[in-house]
Every structure is written in C-alpha cells, then in structure tokens.
C-alpha cells in the first residue's frame, strides 16, 4: 500500500512530464524516463510530513550532457539567504549548495561520493535552515534507493 501511495505522489510531484515512463518502483523510491529530455531519474519523498512543502531527493541522469549521478533535493521549506544544507547518510555529510527551495551537490566528486554511499546507508537526512531562521530536516529512507538507481542508469543507457 505504502509503495503505491509512494508512486502517485512520485506522479504528482514530477509533473508536468507528462510523457515520462514509469520503469518501476522499488521500496520506497521509484525510476522514471522522460525521453522529451532525454534524462532517466530515481525519486523519492521525504519520509517525514511536510507542511510547507513536498519535499523530494532525485539522482538523475542526463546523457546528452554526459551527467550520470545527479543529486538533487527539492526542500520542504525556502532556505535563508546563504543557508548551509548538510546532507547525513550514515556516518557521513555532505554539504550540499543551494538556492530557494533546491539543493545540490556541489561537484560532480560529491554527486558521486553521495550515490556511492546511498548505495550502503538505511537513511539520509538533508538539515538546513529556512527563511524564518528556523533549522528543519528532511528525513528520507534508502529501501529500494539502489535498484531505482541502477533502473534510471539502465533506462539511458542507449541514448546518446
């Protein structure tokens, strides 16, 4: 139930792709192909309730711009001006850049570094702090994480 729940909200926050292809949902995160781009991505929701926003963390791939490993995570709130983001996953943090509602990594190094280690963690937590100066955490599990990867990689793999 909670995996079908999951991909209605995956349809409603990837709109308007409208003419995106579901390659699958696998626990808690699902792969997605939008050949208009072309890109191939993996998604999720945050696992904690989001009042101000829909808060999500996507690793895409962009082939026609040779980027494979994107990491990208849309905020449950508005940062403050020069917030730091800091993304945990196990032991490890990243600190992420950002602007409004948006966050990424800051090279294609830390991109890789952070899909190699959702590839080993349980969770991940993105911590900032929003306009109003108050600290949040969007809190995401990795059930299925890996797989929805591989599946969004797979699912570019011809387009050149």
């Not at 991505?41 to 082939?63: C, E, K, Q």
């Not at 959702?118 to 059930?143: K, N, P």
Request: hydrophobic share 50%; glycine share 8%.
């Amino acid at each position: 139930m909670r995996s079908f729940a999951f991909a209605l909200l995956c349809l409603a926050l990837c709109a308007p792709a409208l003419a995106r292809d579901g390659l699958g949902v696998f626990g808690d995160w699902a792969a997605f192909r939008d050949p208009q781009v072309p890109r191939c991505y993996a998604i999720a929701a945050a696992s904690n309730a989001a009042p101000d926003g829909a808060p999500f963390a996507s690793i895409g791939t962009w082939p026609k711009r040779q980027v494979r490993g994107q990491v990208h995570v849309r905020l449950s709130r508005e940062l403050a001006p020069a917030a730091r983001v800091r993304l945990t996953l196990g032991g490890q943090a990243f600190a992420l850049t950002g602007s409004g509602a948006d966050a990424w990594a800051q090279d294609r190094r830390d991109d890789a570094a952070i899909v190699a280690a959702m590839r080993s963690a349980r969770t991940m937590s993105v911590i900032a702090t929003d306009r109003t100066g108050r600290r949040f955490t969007d809190r995401y599990t990795l059930d299925g994480a890996a797989t929805a990867m591989d599946a969004a990689t797979v699912g570019c793999a011809r387009i050149r």
